[in-house]
Structure formats: structure tokens, C-alpha cells
């Protein structure tokens, strides 16, 4: 309340008046365009003709001034395209690690090449950044199978049980949580309470591929991940029986059936490591498509299978949109400030556990 008694509503200038917009770039392939990114045509060779590439470069090369210019960076999660990860990207990583990197950084503007919750934790984490999400239509179908009345009911249903959520979820899902957890912390946060019964939302299989692995009682929620749970193990098996010499890494957003067949089952940048540390001549990696080209080019030594699945989310951010955020400033990531204090305690209560 002001002095006077009158309520002053305070209407915040919207991110492209805040910085203002640019004029779009030219995007001719001209000789200048081919030098600047021909080393960045080398991280991509394996995946995109020759010939394609003046279809990108433009961008490529419009983005990266741009960048300059915003004092932005862009977070590029291990499922984007090869274009993206390996010619655009500052940072890339898996869901939690795009977020935290970002708080290192000294930039005014985060570009999310990832979908819409983790450009909002990127938001938790980073409040004072102007977070921009390519096309805000890139969900995730764990994130939407649940809601935050859903998890109050769930509180009111089993009173006591602390509620594990997956970052995969809204920001107003981690709001109503005890605790986050990743893929490759699951386990760990799930035991860290020292009781007989925890909820793991809302990742049936993540839940059921932690119950494994412990004597916790892990009660869980009906949400899927469209992407891996269309992996079947007969499917991995036909591979195997070709040469058995072949791994199998899958993530463990995938069935249990599937995860007890995996040689190892992790994090996608836990999956990432796995090849690089150990360079099995042969692997299958069972999740998104773009992991396999995105590594490929760094372990020439290592022959990808790819019985992959495309992330129809993921793929909603392209070259072209990340230049439009950029150039036009949008959209911008908000989240209610009494939501994001909530959810960013669950989050950083993760962060700060000890391993
Ligand atoms: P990661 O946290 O392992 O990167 O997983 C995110 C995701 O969306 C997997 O489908
Ligand atoms: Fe969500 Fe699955 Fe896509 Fe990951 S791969 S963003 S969990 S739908």
C-alpha cells in the first residue's frame, strides 16, 4: 500500500522492452558465414551432409553474435540436435546440471534448448536472469501427468510419507514436494529419509527401477515418459542375439524389464560418461535419438546401434526459434514468486545432500 492508501499495481516491462529486439540478420551462406563456422562444421560432419550445411550455417553464425550482443547463453540438454548441442550451445548437460551450470555463469539471458520445466528450474535457480523458452509448446508427459492439487491429495491420502518428485515436473508440482530428485539420485534422495515408505512421483518406472535397488517401500504415480517407455526388451534382445558382445545402457525412465537387462542404467549424462570411460566397441543406448549423434564424434572408437525413440518435445526447438527468442526476446519464463520459493527449497535440498 502506498502512503496515500491507493494500491499501486506495478506492471512489469515485458523482457523485449527490457533489452529491446533486434532486426532479424541476414541469413545468406556468404564466404564470411563458411570461415567463421567451419570449425564448427567439423563437430557435425558425422551427421549432416556437406551439402546442408549452408542451411544452418546462417543460423549458426546469426546466433552466435547474437549472443555476444545479449550477453546470453544457451543451455542445450543432451537430447537437443547435433546443430544445436555442438554449434550453438554454452552449456549442455542433463536436466540438473544445465540449471546449476548457469548459476557459474555471468550472463543476463538464458536460452533453454530443452523443455518447458527445465527452462523453469533454470528459472528457480537463477532468479535474476531473463530466461527465454524457444517455443513454449515443448512439454514433457511426465511433467503434465501430474498436478500440484494432485500431490496435496496425495499428502492428505498418506499423511507422514515424504513425496520424492522428479525434476521432470512443473515448478508448482516441486512447490508441494518434500524433496527433487534426478535420474541418477533417485535412490540416494528415496533412502535419505531413513523410513520404511516414501512416494516417488511421477515416474511409475523410475519408482519401480529404484524399489529394486532398495528395502524402501516407493509408492509412485501413473506418469510415463512417452519417449522410453516404447522400449521392450525383446527388442534390445534381437540386437544381442546378432553379437552378444553388444551393451545395453538404457535410462531409467524405461521399463524395469528393460533396465534389468541394461549393463548399466543412469542419468542421460550418466549414459554419456558410461561410453566415454569404458568405449565399449558395440553399444545400444537406449533413450532419445540425438544422444548417440551428439557423442558420436567423440569416441570415433565406439559403434552406436540406435533402436532410438524421438523426443516429439525436444524437437520443437530449432535453430530458427532460437534465433527468434534472440532477436525478439521471447517468451519469457515467469514463475509465481511464492511458487518458486517453495519449489526452489525442494530442489536445493537435493543439491545439498550428502553424498
Ligand atoms: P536427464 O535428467 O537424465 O537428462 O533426463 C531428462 C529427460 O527428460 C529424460 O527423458
Ligand atoms: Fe519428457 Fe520423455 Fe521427452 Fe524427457 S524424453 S522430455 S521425459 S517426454
Not at 310 to 335: D, G
Request: charged share 25%; glycine share 4%; net charge negative.
Amino acid at each position: 500500500m502506498a502512503a496515500s492508501g491507493m494500491a499501486i499495481s506495478v506492471v512489469e516491462k515485458t523482457a523485449a522492452e527490457r533489452f529491446g529486439i533486434m532486426d532479424m540478420p541476414s541469413l545468406e551462406f556468404t564466404p564470411d558465414v563458411a570461415r567463421e563456422t567451419e570449425h564448427l562444421y567439423e563437430r557435425v560432419a558425422h551427421h549432416i551432409p556437406r551439402i546442408e550445411w549452408p542451411v544452418h550455417a546462417p543460423y549458426v553464425a546469426a546466433i552466435n553474435r547474437l549472443k555476444k550482443e545479449r550477453n546470453a547463453i544457451i543451455l542445450a540438454h543432451n537430447y537437443q540436435t547435433p546443430e544445436i548441442f555442438h554449434c550453438v550451445a554454452d552449456i549442455v548437460g542433463d536436466s540438473l546440471q544445465l540449471a546449476r551450470e548457469a548459476t557459474r555463469v555471468d550472463a543476463e539471458i538464458i536460452v533453454q534448448g530443452g523443455v518447458h520445466f527445465m527452462a523453469e528450474t533454470s528459472k528457480l535457480l537463477n532468479p535474476e536472469k531473463t530466461v527465454l523458452m524457444p517455443d513454449m509448446a515443448a512439454g514433457c508427459s511426465l511433467a503434465e501427468s501430474i498436478t500440484g492439487a494432485d500431490v496435496r491429495l496425495l499428502r492428505e491420502t498418506y499423511p507422514g510419507v515424504p513425496i520424492v518428485t522428479y525434476v521432470n515436473t512443473s515448478a508448482e508440482v516441486k512447490a508441494e514436494s518434500d524433496i527433487c530428485c534426478t535420474s541418477a539420485n533417485a535412490l540416494q534422495v528415496v533412502e535419505s529419509f531413513g523410513v520404511d515408505r516414501v512416494l516417488c512421483i511421477p515416474d511409475e518406472f523410475l519408482a519401480q527401477n529404484v524399489a529394486a535397488q532398495t528395502k524402501v517401500k516407493v509408492l509412485t504415480w501413473k506418469g510415463r515418459c512417452e519417449v522410453h517407455e516404447r522400449f521392450t526388451p525383446e527388442e534390445l534382445l534381437a540386437y544381442k542375439l546378432t553379437d552378444p558382445s553388444i551393451q545395453i545402457i538404457a535410462h531409467p525412465e524405461c521399463p524395469p524389464d528393460v533396465v534389468a537387462i541394461a549393463d548399466f542404467a543412469g542419468s542421460t549424462s550418466g549414459m554419456i560418461d558410461y561410453v566415454k570411460t569404458n568405449r565399449p566397441a558395440k553399444v545400444l543406448l537406449v533413450t532419445e535419438c540425438s544422444m548417440a549423434s551428439n557423442i558420436e564424434a567423440d569416441v570415433p572408437d565406439v559403434e552406436f546401434l540406435k533402436p532410438c525413440n524421438l523426443c516429439p518435445h525436444m524437437k520443437r526447438i530449432t535453430l530458427p526459434k532460437i534465433l527468434e527468442s534472440l532477436v525478439f526476446m521471447r517468451e519469457e519464463i515467469h514463475v509465481d514468486p511464492a511458487v518458486a520459493e517453495r519449489a526452489r527449497r525442494a530442489v536445493e535440498r537435493m543439491v545439498n545432500l550428502k553424498n
